[in-house]
């Protein structure tokens, strides 16, 4: 199965952005004449891998290495750098060209930069005296497509340069990455926006059409109605629960990158013991799509479903001698899927061998008394159990920001205790570590009383599941938690956000809504009302599409509920989801503990 999705099936044409996006590539390539070497990001390959074959690259002459600090190991005398504007990369290149100057390698080196160049680079370069030795130019992929109905911009740090180094540039991107969809696809007429880094998305993007004007008499009605932008600070408590759909357990397990996990060859069945084995996972594979966002409860249950079907019909097949030709016919096509569910099985087996231990249910259980906020003794105590146990620090820092998020803060007592709990467990390098979830409002003092409870029950955050195989509301998603974020989505398209305003306030950032019109944008305080129903099938012969930006990423869980959403009786929209990042607890809070140890260093 290819890993590059298939994208006949989305609601906008998102074969031509990457189509696009890959003529931009050769052309690159095709302008520097002769035999080149051609230099990657190790995390821009994987990007890379999600438009072009690596076979195309080659077929244009060009030699492929992944960047990286050793010397660069190939005869070309072209060199081209495509690298993300990331300061560490630029002194792997400086010293691959000092490298060369000793061996008398007579060669020419370019730069192309992912998705623009940018001052800091070029100053790290001129001080290392190689930037006249290089030919600049960029390379401008926003947004790549990871499946029919999902868009990221794969900038994998956004949140954490928001939140704690004060680095805003991912939001000029997230603006200029909608701006191009506009060129493609009309002007958005409803924006909705809501913290601090999508308003100011809103306002670059009203910028940008000024500037840079869309031709709205060439383009006829939108494809877009209506664009709806969330900070992931505005619900931070979401990412921190434990997902529960299959699609988000195998993130949450096997980290999902670039549309695909990465696993031994013995956990899908392979007999090649030791071998790392790519496994694609997107709506080119019938039954992945399928399963994807159901609970893993019933994605099991399915999966025997399924194969039980197919041994009953070789029973039957081998049974009887009447069957006609079509019967055979359809019985052989049902034997092509096949593979699919022996993958699924096993995949599938191997996330049960975590969900069946009793410590997860433990944990799931500590998760709903958190978002409940209920019994926090215990919770206390059972965080403070793991931290003596030394249990992996993301885990242990998933549920205390969960409990610091719900209560607004933990009193100071247990603060401090806890905090000096981590640094005897896991060591006094962490004390940056605690410092910067501080700065980013993931953990602190608690200094006023929580309005979490308060926004639980006017948003119905909190509901019973009965029944994970037939849901009703995108609460199924976590057993009984619907996630903050598309309760949000939902009033948005529904009604607007005028009827939740007072709720809104409650919850980090400023929120507005615009329309835009013409080449003058009315910013004006009056919040709209929803979409409509007049609205809701405003292209022709389709209904209107939504996109739903999540700046500073967004989960598995976040898309399937959406999906849900969309797939419900009377709801109107199709949703289009763009992200900086998918993301999950563990993957938002790695970089933070990442990078703390370096600024200790």
Known sequence: MAQIPNL?????????????????????????????????????????????QTSLLKEYGAELRILSPEPLQTECPKIIYLVRSQLSFMKFIASQIKNDE??????????????????????????????????????????????????????????????IEGDTSSIWHVAKAIHKLEFAFGVIPNVRAKGVASTKAAELLNNMQLEDPVNMDDMGIPEINTVILLDREVDMVTPMCSQLTYEGLLDEMLQINNGSVEVDASIIGAQQDGKKVKVPLNS????????????????????????????????EVKSTNTQSVS????????????????????????????????????????????????????????????????????????????????????????????????LHSYGFEHMHLLYNLEKAGLLKRQESRSNWVGITRALQLIVDVNDTAN??????????????????????????????????????????????????????????????AQQSIDRVGHRSLVL????????????????????QEGMGYDFLIATTKVVNGNTILRPIIANSKEGMM
């Open 8 to 52: 006949d099936n989305a609601p906008l044409n998102l074969a031509a952005l990457r189509e696009q996006s890959q003529k931009d590539l050769l052309g690159i390539l095709k302008n520097i004449r002769g035999k080149k070497c051609l230099v990657i990001d190790p995390k821009l390959a994987g990007t890379l891998s999600l438009i072009v």
């Open 102 to 163: 000793p061996k008398g390698l007579q060669r020419e080196y370019f730069l192309y930069f992912v998705p623009r160049r940018t001052v800091a680079c070029e100053k790290i370069l001129e001080e290392e005296k190689v930037h006249q030795k290089l030919t600049f130019g960029e390379y401008p992929l926003y947004l790549v497509p990871l499946d029919d109905d999902v868009l990221s911009l794969e900038l994998d740090h956004s949140l954490q340069e928001c939140l």
């Open 284 to 315: 080119s594979d019938k039954l992945y799509k399928e399963i994807r966002d159901l609970n893993f409860e019933v994605v099991v249950q399915v999966l025997r479903q399924k194969a039980t079907s197919i041994q009953q019909d070789y029973v």
């Open 327 to 422: 019967e055979l016919k359809d019985f052989v096509r049902r034997l092509h899927s096949l593979p699919e569910i022996a993958r699924h099985v096993h995949l599938a087996q191997h996330l049960q061998s975590f969900t069946g231990k009793p410590s997860f249910h433990a944990r799931l259980d500590i998760e709903q008394t958190i978002l409940e906020v209920q019994n926090f003794e215990i919770c206390f105590e059972y965080i403070e159990e793991m931290i003596h146990k030394q249990e992996a620090i993301e885990n242990v820092l998933r549920l205390l920001v969960l409990l610091s998020l719900t209560n607004a803060g933990l009193p100071k007592k247990n603060f401090d205790y806890l905090r000096r709990e981590i």
């Open 471 to 532: 849901p009703t509301d995108i609460s199924y998603i976590f057993s009984g938690y619907a996630p903050l974020s598309i309760r949000l989505v939902q009033h948005a398209v529904r009604s607007g956000w005028r009827s939740i305003e007072e709720l809104l306030k409650l919850l980090p950032g400023p929120h507005l809504d615009l329309k835009r019109g013409g080449l003058t944008i009315n910013s004006s305080p009056e919040v709209h009302p929803g979409l409509g």
């Open 548 to 567: 739903v930006v999540f700046i500073g990423g967004v989960t598995f869980a976040e898309i399937a509920a959406l999906r849900f959403l969309s797939a």
